[in-house]
Structure formats: C-alpha cells, structure tokens
C-alpha cells in the first residue's frame, strides 16, 4: 500500500510538474521596470516650486546671457512661460493679484536702497501660478509666470500617456 501512495504521489508530481509551462516565464526585472515606469507618480508642491526654480535660473541664463540675441517673446514660446520685463512700477499696473503687487512694491523698496535682490519665487492669491522674479542687469524687474498645470505636465512628461 505504501509503495502504491509513493508511485501515486510520484505520478501527481510528475503531471503537476508537467503541466507547468516554463518556457512562457516573465522577466522579473523587466516587468518591475514597467511596472515603475506606468506607476501613478506624486507630485508634491515642493516639486512643482523646484521645477519652477530651475526653469526661472534657465530663463535667467539665457535672458543675461550677453550672446543671446533672442527676444523675451521667443523665450516666452520656448518654455510656454509668460515673460514680463520692466521697472517695479510699471509692472505693478499690468498686475491686480495682491501679492505679486507686495512682492512689487517690495522689491521697489528695496532697489530704492540699493540692495542686493536674489531671484526669488513667489505664487499667486489663488495659487495656480508661480512666479520667478529677478533684477536683470540693467536693474529692471523681470517676471517669469509659470502656470501650475504647465509645470506639472513637464516635470515627468516622458511617463505620461
């Protein structure tokens, strides 16, 4: 009896393994790339600030680049941006969000004493839009305006379908 339940159990073992097809296995590494790369990512305001930043310093370069002979509204296209360049004053009249008009005001204040303005990053009263701000060389103000939605569809645009 016994020797029928080992040859009984050997023959299940053996069909069972049978029965599996090895030659159809996954590649484990390649389908956890997949996997990573079809992932649902977050976006975290820090990383909308941070692409915003970088792009703002790109922008920079090329407007105070010196062998730039690009025009602010070539830039504009470029990066989908909206580029506006001038002193504080008159830029307050083309804004009516409360806050970019303080950090204006400020950022006049302190031209008026001549201080030393590092670029900056400040966000609208509704929050869909960032801006860059700095003092080009010929110490006018310049305002780069990135919208949200612009930003996060470029911060990870080769995972997006």
Not at 49 to 63: M, R, V
Request: hydrophobic residues 40%; positive net charge.
């Amino acid at each position: 009896m016994k020797k029928f339940l080992s040859a009984a159990s050997l023959i299940i073992v053996i069909i069972h393994l049978q029965s599996c097809d090895f030659s159809k296995r996954i590649d484990t590494s390649a389908a956890v790339k997949e996997m990573k790369m079809r992932q649902v990512k977050r976006i975290l305001p820090q990383d909308i600030t941070n692409k915003a930043d970088t792009w703002g310093q790109e922008i920079q370069a090329l407007i105070e680049n010196p062998k730039n002979q690009i025009s602010l509204d070539s830039i504009a296209k470029k990066f989908q941006v909206k580029i506006q360049s001038g002193d504080a004053e008159n830029l307050k009249k083309l804004h009516k969000d409360k806050k970019i008009l303080e950090t204006l005001d400020a950022l006049a204040y302190s031209q008026s004493l001549q201080q030393d303005i590092p670029p900056s990053i400040q966000k609208n009263s509704q929050g869909d839009s960032l801006y860059y701000l700095f003092i080009d060389k010929k110490s006018k103000v310049v305002l780069v305006g990135f919208s949200k939605s612009q930003i996060i569809l470029n911060i990870d645009k080769p995972f997006i379908k």
